[in-house]
């Protein structure tokens, strides 16, 4: 008599399904959450002005060409007078002040722009720019400008409030502020992103809440690379940040390099060089430097310098900050007129053209009107994730009241492994970059601050959320 086999119970249960391996970059979530959170409240006010202020400037570049076309173009004529005419004419017109630059006609229907310093009126770091017909030498109007992207009073205006709030040196801290933290927001919430399931990452068919997270996390990670460089090139002309950069990149051998303005030969020194003072018309004259210029290479549109002093060369530069770049750089001796130096963007370092690049893409000139356009859509991205975040804070508090903050702790989960090395690195980041180091420090003490003290009257610790 035979009988059944009998099946053990480790036979009939199958084997357990081995447990997924722990993420340990998992506990860093909460804390990218809580960081992400009190950074977007706290900082975003800062973006909005600096997003609104940016999508201005970027828009006040075509602006300006339409607002200014009286002093800018002029009917095309069969040939233009020599630099040395229009110069005097403009003289003529506004013998204050002295020729501190010249810009030829760089184009059949563009006025030459010359650059007067010192005229009373005009404020300080500021040009009187003459606008000169070059095949009439008729004066068509004088503006201010400012900076080497020859911005007039629209630009200008709109430029320095972008940058300072119209507030000086102080100002300019609000815009610092924005830029270092930008990158950190837009960074921490492409992570935030990427770690949700993605099932819960899609707008369509959703509502409330959810669709304004789906809408503020679909545009951010579409926009965080161009939020990431915004900030990368913002910082790099900013008061504290802008200095330790340039500080670095001077020790790596990487600084912008200038060409020698001092004046060789025999004769330095001597002649209508030393005798003009701040004169436009050295020695040989505007004429001869220019043509010496051009023998070199040096195409439209240039701007030529005059001698600082007895002992100064011309300088004439290409100013040209559309792609492809007219950056070379030539030194003229006043007194023969021989070329002395001569420098190429193409010998420029590494670091000195990206940073070259990135302030000009920054500024909207290196691709023109699309440049012009691309930050347009950039910082109307900013100012609808702004909106978003604000509405989504709002939303949790169900449509009454924003929401409570997220409770504090998550520090407190992420390995030691992980957090140390973390702390070392935003220590070190946070001494270059101090308008990131200095408000993250002071969060952290008043949190734990605010901690001790909810602690000692009794109240727990809530739990993370997630």
Same mark, same amino acid.
Request: glycine share 10%; hydrophobic share 45%.
């Given at each position: 008599?035979?009988?059944?086999? @009998?099946?053990?119970?480790?036979?009939?249960?199958?084997?357990?399904?081995?447990?997924?391996?722990?993420?340990?970059?998992?506990?860093?979530? !909460?804390?990218?959450?809580?960081?992400?959170?009190?950074?977007?409240?706290?900082?975003?006010?800062?973006?909005?002005?600096?997003?609104?202020?940016?999508?201005?400037?970027?828009?006040?570049?075509?602006?300006?060409?339409?607002?200014?076309?009286?002093?800018? @173009?002029?009917?095309?004529?069969?040939?233009?007078?020599?630099?040395?005419?229009?110069?005097?004419?403009?003289?003529?017109?506004?013998?204050?002040?002295?020729?501190?630059?010249?810009?030829?006609?760089?184009?059949?229907?563009?006025?030459?722009? *010359?650059?007067?310093?010192?005229?009373?009126?005009?404020?300080?770091?500021?040009?009187?720019?003459?606008?000169?017909? !070059?095949?009439?030498?008729?004066?068509?109007?004088?503006?201010? &400008?400012?900076?080497?992207?020859?911005?007039? !009073?629209?630009?200008?205006?709109?430029?320095?409030?972008?940058?300072?709030?119209?507030?000086?040196?102080?100002?300019?801290?609000?815009?610092?502020?924005?830029?270092?933290?930008?990158?950190?927001?837009?960074?921490?919430?492409?992570?935030?992103?990427?770690?949700?399931?993605?099932?819960?990452?899609?707008?369509?068919?959703?509502?409330?809440?959810?669709?304004?997270?789906?809408?503020?996390?679909?545009?951010?990670?579409?926009?965080?690379?161009?939020?990431?460089?915004?900030?990368? @090139?913002?910082?790099?002309?900013?008061?504290?940040?802008?200095?330790?950069?340039?500080?670095?990149?001077?020790?790596?051998? &990487?600084?912008?390099?200038?060409?020698?303005?001092?004046?060789?030969?025999?004769?330095?020194?001597?002649?209508?060089?030393?005798?003009?003072?701040?004169?436009?018309?050295?020695?040989?004259?505007?004429? &001869? *430097?220019?043509?010496?210029?051009?023998?070199?290479?040096?195409?439209?549109?240039?701007?030529?310098?005059?001698?600082?002093?007895?002992?100064?060369?011309?300088?004439?530069?290409?100013?040209?900050?559309?792609? !492809?770049?007219?950056?070379?750089?030539?030194?003229?001796?006043?007194?023969?007129?021989?070329?002395?130096?001569?420098?190429?963007?193409?010998?420029?370092?590494?670091?000195?053209?990206?940073?070259?690049?990135?302030?000009?893409?920054?500024?909207?000139?290196?691709?023109?009107?699309?440049?012009?356009?691309?930050?347009?859509?950039?910082?109307?991205?900013?100012?609808?994730?702004?909106?978003?975040?604000?509405?989504?804070?709002? &939303?949790?508090?169900?449509?009454?009241?924003?929401?409570?903050?997220?409770?504090?702790?998550?520090?407190?989960?992420?390995?030691?492994?992980?957090?140390?090395?973390?702390?070392?690195?935003?220590?070190?980041?946070?001494?270059?970059?101090?308008?990131?180091?200095?408000?993250?420090?002071?969060?952290?003490?008043?949190?734990?601050?605010?901690?001790?003290?909810?602690?000692?009257?009794?109240?727990?610790?809530?739990?993370?959320?997630?």
């Amino acid at each position: 008599m035979s009988t059944a086999p @009998t099946t053990t119970r480790d036979e009939a249960t199958p084997p357990a399904a081995p447990a997924a391996p722990k993420n340990r970059w998992a506990p860093l979530r !909460p804390l990218i959450l809580r960081l992400h959170f009190y950074a977007g409240v706290l900082v975003a006010p800062f973006l909005l002005v600096a997003a609104v202020t940016g999508l201005l400037y970027a828009a006040s570049i075509p602006a300006e060409k339409v607002v200014y076309a009286d002093q800018l @173009t002029v009917p095309v004529g069969e040939n233009k007078l020599p630099v040395s005419e229009q110069v005097a004419a403009a003289r003529k017109a506004h013998p204050e002040g002295t020729v501190s630059a010249v810009r030829p006609s760089p184009e059949d229907d563009a006025t030459t722009r *010359v650059l007067l310093s010192g005229v009373p009126g005009v404020d300080e770091g500021h040009t009187l720019a003459v606008f000169v017909d !070059p095949y009439t030498a008729q004066v068509r109007g004088a503006l201010e &400008q400012y900076g080497s992207t020859g911005a007039l !009073p629209l630009r200008t205006w709109i430029d320095e409030l972008h940058r300072d709030l119209h507030l000086g040196e102080t100002g300019r801290l609000y815009s610092e502020f924005a830029a270092s933290w930008l990158w950190v927001i837009a960074g921490g919430g492409v992570v935030l992103w990427f770690s949700r399931r993605r099932g819960r990452r899609k707008v369509r068919g959703t509502s409330g809440r959810r669709r304004t997270l789906g809408l503020h996390g679909s545009v951010g990670v579409w926009a965080a690379a161009g939020f990431v460089f915004l900030s990368a @090139t913002g910082l790099t002309w900013s008061a504290y940040a802008g200095a330790n950069i340039a500080d670095l990149r001077t020790s790596l051998g &990487q600084a912008t390099p200038a060409v020698s303005a001092a004046a060789g030969g025999e004769h330095a020194g001597h002649g209508d060089a030393a005798a003009s003072g701040g004169e436009a018309a050295h020695g040989v004259g505007l004429d &001869q *430097v220019l043509a010496a210029a051009r023998a070199e290479g040096l195409g439209d549109p240039v701007e030529i310098v005059p001698p600082a002093d007895a002992s100064s060369a011309y300088v004439v530069k290409q100013i040209q900050r559309s792609w !492809p770049e007219k950056q070379d750089s030539v030194a003229v001796d006043p007194a023969s007129g021989e070329v002395t130096d001569v420098l190429r963007f193409a010998d420029y370092p590494v670091l000195a053209k990206l940073s070259r690049w990135g302030i000009d893409l920054h500024s909207g000139q290196l691709f023109g009107l699309a440049n012009q356009i691309a930050l347009m859509l950039l910082t109307l991205s900013l100012i609808l994730l702004i909106v978003w975040g604000y509405r989504m804070w709002w &939303q949790r508090g169900r449509g009454s009241a924003f929401g409570r903050p997220l409770p504090r702790g998550a520090w407190q989960q992420v390995p030691p492994q992980i957090l140390v090395p973390l702390v070392a690195a935003v220590a070190v980041l946070g001494y270059f970059v101090p308008l990131l180091g200095i408000p993250l420090a002071a969060f952290v003490v008043v949190d734990v601050v605010l901690g001790e003290v909810a602690h000692r009257r009794g109240g727990r610790r809530p739990t993370e959320a997630r």
